[in-house]
């Protein structure tokens, strides 16, 4: 069992940067593929950025390229996504997942281990 805890969200104005952060615990995520997800108001989890097991590989849906940034210190057991030039759509409950195995997934059902969510709100 992976645990992970979601930090790092809150108010920002449009155009500003938030830095999320994940910490896993119960395992090392070494073997893990990693994400995050944003839900907004349509409670569907969008995928916002993935970064695979060694950190080598990350994506990132066309709305967040250039924005927003992951990445992973194994070491410390955690996952971090920056998130810069921050839009009112940006806004949401930020999930942090993960799933084990080499496939870096962008599609929340390819993820099995889920945080509780940091809320993100973008002011216009």
């Known amino acids: 069992q992976v645990q992970l805890v979601e930090s790092g969200g809150g108010l920002v104005q449009t155009g500003g940067s938030l830095r999320l952060s994940c910490t896993a615990s119960?395992?090392?995520?070494?073997?893990?593929?990693m994400a995050w997800f944003r839900q907004g108001p349509e409670n569907e989890r969008e995928f916002a950025a993935s970064i695979s097991f060694n950190g080598r590989h990350t994506y990132y849906p066309d709305s967040a390229k250039g924005r927003f940034t992951i990445t992973r210190d194994n070491a410390k057991n955690t996952v971090d996504l920056q998130m810069d030039s921050l839009k009112p759509d940006d806004a949401g409950v930020y999930y942090c997942a993960a799933d084990s195995g080499l496939k870096t997934g962008t599609r929340a059902s390819e993820y099995v281990y889920w945080g509780q969510g940091t809320q993100v709100t973008v002011s216009s």
């Open positions: 119960g395992r090392a995520i070494g073997a893990y593929a």
